[in-house]
């Protein structure tokens, strides 16, 4: 005889979404290097430059806002009993 499982196969979506987020949260400083490396290489004239410092500080407030808004999903997706899940 098969023995029963008693908890669910998949995860619910509360911490399927959870797990993504923090994810996403990993991924964020790969992604943002990517983004400011990719057009150095490309157009290295168009970032010298006033123009180039102004992309750097847009990308730069861009991660900010980014990584505030994910940090604050997270926190508030997180229950206390959840804190086991550290890695």
């Known amino acids: 005889m098969i023995p029963r499982r008693h908890g669910p196969i998949y995860l619910e979506r509360a911490a399927y979404r959870r ?3 923090a994810d996403a949260t990993r991924l964020l400083p790969l992604a943002t290097l990517a983004v400011l490396l990719v057009p150095v290489w490309l157009v290295p004239a168009a970032m010298s ?3 180039g410092m102004i992309w750097l500080f847009g990308l730069w407030f861009a991660v900010i806002i980014a990584s505030a808004l994910l940090h604050r999903r997270l926190a508030r997706g997180r229950s206390p009993e959840d804190s086991s ?3």
């Open 85 to 87: 899940d550290e890695l």
């Open 49 to 51: 430059g006033a123009g």
């Open 19 to 21: 797990r993504r987020l």
